[in-house]
C-alpha cells in the first residue's frame, strides 16, 4: 500500500472516529431516544435516521481526508514554518467548511459562518501553539543531547 493510501485510509479512519464522537455529543445534547448523526432538523431532511448516518459517515471520512492531506504541507522541509502553518490553515478551513455545513452542524448564514470562523481559528490557534511547543521542547532536548 503507498504511503498516500495508506494515509487516505487512517484519516478517513479517524474523521469517522471522530465524527461518531461528535454525533453522540448530539444525541446527548439533544436528548434523543437513539443514537443520531447531527441536529434533529439535519436527520429530517433524510428518509431516515439511518440513511442520516450513512451519508453523515461519509462526510466524517471526508472530513478527515481533508486534514490528513492538509498535514502534507507540514513535510515540506523546504517551506518556511509560517508558509506551511497558512497554507495548512487555508486547505483546512476551506475544506471543512463546506463539509460541517453538510453535515448540519451549522446552517449556511453570515451570522453562523463568523461564529464558526472564530471557533476554527481558536482552535486552530490552541494546536498550533502545542504543536509548537512540543516541537521547540524537542529542539531543546536534541540541542542538550548534541552538546554532550
Known amino acids: 500500500m503507498t504511503k498516500l493510501l ?3 485510509m487512517t484519516s478517513a479512519a479517524i474523521g469517522i472516529t471522530i465524527g461518531y ?5 448530539f444525541s446527548g445534547l439533544y436528548q434523543t ?9 439535519y436527520v429530517a431532511t433524510f428518509s431516515s435516521p439511518l440513511t442520516a448516518t450513512l451519508i453523515s459517515t461519509g462526510l466524517w471520512a471526508l472530513i478527515g481526508i481533508v486534514f490528513g492531506l492538509a498535514s502534507l504541507t507540514f513535510q515540506q522541509s523546504n517551506w518556511s514554518i509560517t ?3 497558512v497554507v495548512n490553515f487555508c486547505l483546512t478551513y476551506l475544506g471543512f467548511t463546506p463539509l460541517a455545513i453538510l453535515c448540519g452542524w451549522f446552517p449556511l448564514d453570515f451570522h453562523w459562518l463568523l461564529i464558526f470562523t472564530g471557533i476554527f481559528i481558536l482552535m486552530y490557534a490552541i494546536l498550533w501553539w502545542n504543536y509548537y511547543l512540543a516541537s521547540y ?5 536534541l540541542n542538550r543531547l548534541l552538546k554532550k
Open 33 to 41: 431516544r437513539y443514537f443520531v448523526p447531527s441536529a434533529p432538523t
Open 6 to 8: 495508506k494515509l487516505i
Open 83 to 85: 508558509r506551511q502553518t
Open 21 to 25: 464522537l461528535v454525533a453522540l455529543s
Open 137 to 141: 521542547h524537542e529542539v531543546q532536548r
